[in-house]
């Protein structure tokens, strides 16, 4: 690992997430201060013009002009490292461009989420999938690895402990999920208010495929998917932050309630390891009868950089076969911006990061 900060820099800077990967590279101790991209409506502002986060934007980054980057500017300009909050549909070809120039890209889109060359990374649940880097495409490109879906993350954080211990027939997951989730401006005001929105694209079809491939098994250059089916109901709901999932697990073994949260509760696979934004501990368990609740638990997770880097685990229910909870994460930093800030840090300290050259670092 070199002690100089990587050059890096943000597309799609001027966005909700964006911004979140903003505050979290603004004095990242890897990372050297972004570059800002966007589109034509926000290229030539400063970062702080377009701010839209409730705390205000970093001083260090705040004057910061937002540039139309593209990724021959981005490779002349020396950057190693990309971390895209573009839309789906637009990062794609973006983001392969990058690779191709041999940029190592940290994504949130979908775009590339379920490409079989690409790992589709949440740490501390399939890490070893950074293993997928390099089986397929050139060495002298970059590296891509795609965080999932904002509901996604949440689910696979609060299994992984407990898969092996249930050995499940079948995941039920109904979640609330905020509107920030829908990006900015968002879900209309008279959509919303006074009401929930018990359909949102796609988000169900995501869930059950994504969670199948992070659960699943890798085999050299291939991942062989959970067979278990993730039957989800996805609602929007008028929260601003933090994605609440209510979760039935059907289970073929019969473990004590005490052995379940003993899983979660000692889960810290990333334990001991120079990752800045890891959180310790990954889940918080909650036994309050009226916990999590978006409000007061979306910023969970400790050290301070880790702040709503943590699944927040409660309302537990163990009534074999089924166990019954609910878990909460943020929408925008776990699910988001800080998850990929996660992979790269995680990629980084593995060695996976390509140079030019086509070595690792």
């Avoid at 120039?101 to 890490?127: I, K, M, Q, T, Y």
């Avoid at 949440?154 to 979640?175: K, M, S």
């Amino acid at each position: 690992m070199t002690d100089a900060p990587i050059p890096t820099a943000i597309l799609g800077a001027s966005g909700y997430i964006g911004q979140h990967f903003a505050r979290l590279l603004s004095d990242h101790p890897r990372f050297d201060l972004p570059l800002l991209g966007a589109g034509e409506r926000s290229e030539g502002k400063r970062l702080g013009d377009v701010w839209l986060l409730a705390e205000p934007p970093p001083s260090s980054l705040a004057e910061r002009p937002i540039e139309g980057w593209t990724p021959a500017r981005l490779e002349r300009a020396g950057v190693r490292v990309v971390f895209s909050a573009l839309p789906s549909g637009t990062a794609g070809p973006i983001e392969q461009e990058l690779v191709r120039r041999g940029v190592n890209v940290f994504s949130n889109a979908a775009d590339h989420r379920l490409d079989p060359g690409f790992p589709l990374l949440v740490p501390e649940v399939n890490g070893d999938h950074l293993g997928l880097l390099g089986r397929s495409g050139r060495s002298d490109h970059g590296v891509l690895v795609t965080n999932p879906n904002c509901s996604t993350t949440g689910l696979v954080l609060a299994l992984a402990p407990i898969v092996e211990l249930l050995r499940p027939t079948a995941v039920h997951v109904a979640t609330y999920q905020a509107l920030s989730g829908a990006g900015y401006p968002g879900v209309p005001s008279l959509t919303i208010t006074d009401n929930v929105v018990p359909f949102i694209r796609e988000e169900e079809e995501k869930m059950a495929r994504e969670t199948a491939r992070i659960l699943g098994t890798r085999r050299g250059a291939r991942v062989v998917p959970l067979a278990t089916p993730i039957l989800a109901h996805c609602a929007r709901v008028g929260t601003r932050e933090g994605h609440l999932e209510a979760v039935t697990v059907e289970a073929r073994r019969r473990p004590d309630r005490a052995e379940i949260e003993a899983a979660w509760t000692a889960f810290d696979p990333l334990g001991g390891l120079d990752l800045p934004t890891a959180p310790h501990p990954p889940i918080e368990l909650r036994r309050e009868s009226d916990r999590p609740q978006p409000l007061r638990d979306r910023w969970a997770g400790t050290p301070p950089r880790a702040r709503g880097m943590a699944a927040v685990v409660g309302r537990v229910r163990w009534t074999p076969p089924y166990l019954r909870f609910f878990v909460l994460s943020h929408n925008a930093v776990r699910g988001g911006a800080g998850g990929s800030v996660l992979n790269a840090e995680l990629a980084l300290l593995r060695g996976a990061l390509r140079t030019k050259g086509g070595s690792s670092q």
